[in-house]
């Protein structure tokens, strides 16, 4: 049977078997950089077809971990090698295992030195994010969620834009930092409860005083991972300096952990704190929303316009968690695995130019759908998914939200749909600039049309964005009774502390 299987020990760190391939690479650099391509590509589309495995052998009707490994690793101190996965998880880790062979793609001419160490570090992290989203034990989860930054901070720093290694270190210290707090807190739950095994510490109840200064301390770093207002500036300069393949990445998975932590630690974990401080993260969330796109409103450059839009739409998803109801937390994971996919494909829109002209201001382009006219189909169509069209993934996920939003207050409600109309502005303004006009530029009318291997990166992202906008349910059934299971929890919890527990 299949859950018999280490799927999950398969799957995580699979990356770092293509990374022993990598590092016996042997010959002239041609040959290096040509195999070390080959040998990413296969390890990582190999890693996403067993990832599949997860997906058939899920039962939905479950609320508990499936899947589960349990070793002894540090029995001394109570720490074990635990992992598993439900239905709040999984789709984060076939997120992971499906952008990055598309992320490999993107980057196939993009990248021409240090190919082999560019790769490696690709792998890395892909083993990384996959563990981290696969761990039940605290000490192991933060191990994975810091070890993101190092081939993170490598791709932006050493394959990046002019800028990079100043992106590279703002992006680097302000995630440490944060996560520092969240270390120091961790070392307070493992005294308080006992234990690192993240399923028994969601059990345990914490004093409502403890519970307040847990929850800064994990607040410090998730906001500053989603990123929330003010703590968001590092995100537009590492994904302007960041290949496009490190943006494809960064917007479409790493900014996920920063959600994912607030649904696994502070609502289930924390929940007379995440009811206390409910209303500043709203307050903060629609300041990202309404601010971010002012900004995004002013840019010239089609990544950072990207950028700060990526802010805005993940201030829908902080609403959605705190509304600490069933639409708002399952309408902010909807989101966070809609934005996962739009916005990767976003990123690679603009790298699909960029490596043609070689810039990203807007005003460089023009007429571009009358060169590419594919092209400007599939830019068009994620446009859209970007703004909440009704039949994309993108419109089901902004519903859900607003309605948890609604049920918290009206104002919350008023205030968040505001995004809906900025962002169809800033998006909109976008592709006209791009995309329609007249040609004034020889460059801009001598681009090659788009390849077979963009085709086959776009494919997969308009597929899935189209299917859950259609069958939202094919993804909203396998997180329901995870969702309810956190809610329910954090329900309970709270009632005992206030009992006295």
């Given at each position: 049977?299949?859950e018999?299987?280490?799927l999950?020990?398969?799957?995580?760190?699979?990356?770092?078997?293509?990374?022993?391939?990598?590092?016996?690479?042997?010959?002239?650099?041609?040959?290096?950089?040509?195999?070390?391509?080959?040998?990413?590509?296969?390890?990582?589309?190999?890693?996403?077809?067993?990832?599949?495995?997860?997906?058939?052998?899920?039962?939905?009707?479950?609320?508990?971990?499936?899947?589960e490994?349990?070793?002894?690793?540090?029995?001394?101190?109570?720490?074990?090698y635990?992992?598993?996965?439900?239905g709040?998880?999984?789709?984060?880790?076939?997120?992971?295992?499906?952008?990055?062979?598309?992320?490999?793609?993107?980057?196939?001419?993009?990248?021409?030195?240090?190919?082999?160490?560019?790769?490696?570090?690709?792998?890395?992290?892909?083993?990384?994010?996959?563990?981290?989203?696969?761990?039940?034990d605290?000490?192991?989860?933060?191990?994975?969620?810091?070890?993101?930054?190092?081939?993170?901070?490598?791709?932006?720093?050493?394959?990046?834009?002019?800028?990079?290694?100043?992106a590279?270190?703002?992006?680097?210290?302000?995630?440490?930092?944060?996560?520092?707090?969240?270390?120091?807190?961790?070392?307070?739950?493992?005294?308080?409860?006992?234990?690192?095994?993240?399923?028994?510490?969601?059990?345990?109840?914490?004093a409502?005083g403890?519970?307040?200064?847990?929850f800064?301390?994990?607040?410090?770093?998730f906001a500053?991972?989603?990123?929330?207002?003010?703590?968001?500036?590092?995100?537009?300069?590492?994904?302007?300096?960041?290949?496009?393949?490190?943006?494809?990445?960064?917007?479409?998975?790493?900014?996920?952990?920063?959600g994912?932590?607030?649904?696994?630690?502070?609502?289930?974990?924390?929940?007379?704190?995440?009811?206390?401080?409910?209303?500043?993260?709203?307050?903060?969330?629609?300041?990202?929303?309404?601010?971010t796109?002012?900004?995004?409103?002013?840019?010239?450059?089609?990544?950072?316009?990207?950028?700060?839009?990526?802010?805005?739409?993940m201030?829908?998803?902080?609403?959605?968690?705190?509304?600490?109801?069933?639409?708002?937390?399952?309408?902010?994971?909807?989101?966070?695995?809609?934005?996962?996919?739009?916005?990767?494909?976003?990123?690679?829109?603009?790298?699909?130019?960029?490596?043609?002209?070689?810039?990203?201001?807007?005003?460089?382009?023009?007429?571009?759908?009358?060169?590419m006219?594919?092209?400007?189909?599939?830019?068009?169509?994620?446009?859209?998914?970007?703004?909440?069209?009704?039949?994309?993934?993108?419109?089901?996920?902004?519903?859900?939200?607003?309605?948890?939003?609604?049920?918290?207050?009206?104002?919350?409600?008023?205030?968040?749909?505001?995004?809906?109309?900025?962002?169809?502005?800033?998006?909109?303004?976008?592709?006209?600039?791009?995309?329609?006009?007249?040609?004034?530029?020889?460059?801009?009318?001598?681009?090659?049309?788009?390849?077979?291997?963009?085709?086959?990166?776009?494919?997969?992202?308009?597929?899935?964005?189209?299917?859950?906008g259609?069958?939202?349910?094919?993804?909203?059934?396998?997180?329901?009774?995870?969702?309810?299971?956190?809610?329910?929890?954090?329900?309970?919890?709270?009632?005992?502390?206030?009992?006295?527990?």
């Amino acid at each position: 049977m299949i859950e018999n299987w280490p799927l999950l020990t398969i799957i995580t760190f699979l990356p770092m078997i293509g990374v022993l391939f990598l590092l016996m690479i042997r010959g002239d650099e041609a040959s290096v950089t040509r195999n070390a391509r080959h040998v990413a590509l296969w390890v990582s589309g190999f890693t996403f077809i067993i990832s599949l495995a997860l997906v058939f052998g899920f039962d939905s009707t479950s609320s508990g971990y499936q899947f589960e490994e349990n070793r002894a690793w540090l029995p001394a101190v109570g720490i074990s090698y635990h992992l598993g996965v439900d239905g709040i998880s999984m789709p984060f880790i076939l997120l992971s295992t499906l952008l990055s062979p598309l992320a490999i793609l993107a980057s196939w001419k993009a990248i021409t030195h240090r190919v082999r160490e560019y790769m490696i570090a690709f792998l890395v992290l892909e083993t990384m994010m996959i563990g981290m989203f696969a761990s039940l034990d605290m000490l192991m989860f933060y191990l994975f969620f810091e070890g993101v930054l190092i081939p993170m901070f490598l791709i932006i720093g050493v394959w990046g834009g002019g800028r990079r290694v100043y992106a590279a270190f703002k992006f680097f210290l302000y995630t440490l930092l944060g996560s520092v707090l969240m270390l120091v807190c961790m070392l307070a739950m493992y005294l308080d409860a006992g234990t690192t095994d993240i399923p028994a510490l969601t059990a345990h109840s914490f004093a409502a005083g403890v519970q307040t200064w847990l929850f800064i301390g994990f607040l410090a770093s998730f906001a500053v991972k989603v990123p929330m207002w003010p703590v968001h500036t590092w995100l537009p300069d590492a994904h302007v300096e960041a290949p496009t393949a490190g943006s494809m990445i960064l917007a479409g998975v790493l900014l996920k952990m920063g959600g994912y932590g607030f649904i696994r630690f502070s609502l289930p974990m924390f929940p007379l704190a995440s009811e206390m401080f409910a209303p500043l993260i709203f307050a903060l969330s629609i300041i990202a929303i309404v601010y971010t796109s002012l900004v995004a409103l002013a840019q010239s450059d089609m990544k950072k316009l990207i950028a700060y839009s990526s802010v805005a739409h993940m201030g829908f998803v902080t609403i959605g968690i705190f509304t600490l109801t069933e639409q708002g937390v399952a309408g902010a994971m909807f989101q966070m695995i809609s934005h996962g996919l739009v916005s990767a494909a976003l990123f690679f829109c603009v790298g699909v130019v960029y490596d043609r002209l070689h810039t990203r201001d807007i005003s460089a382009y023009g007429g571009v759908a009358a060169v590419m006219p594919r092209y400007a189909v599939f830019f068009m169509f994620m446009m859209l998914a970007s703004v909440g069209l009704p039949g994309t993934s993108g419109f089901v996920g902004e519903m859900l939200v607003l309605v948890g939003a609604w049920k918290a207050s009206s104002w919350v409600a008023f205030f968040t749909a505001t995004g809906l109309v900025l962002g169809a502005t800033y998006m909109l303004w976008l592709y006209r600039r791009v995309m329609f006009g007249t040609i004034e530029s020889a460059d801009v009318g001598a681009m090659e049309r788009i390849s077979r291997r963009e085709v086959l990166i776009f494919a997969p992202l308009t597929v899935l964005v189209l299917w859950f906008g259609i069958y939202p349910a094919s993804l909203l059934d396998v997180m329901a009774n995870s969702i309810l299971a956190v809610l329910d929890n954090a329900a309970s919890g709270g009632a005992m502390v206030i009992a006295g527990r």
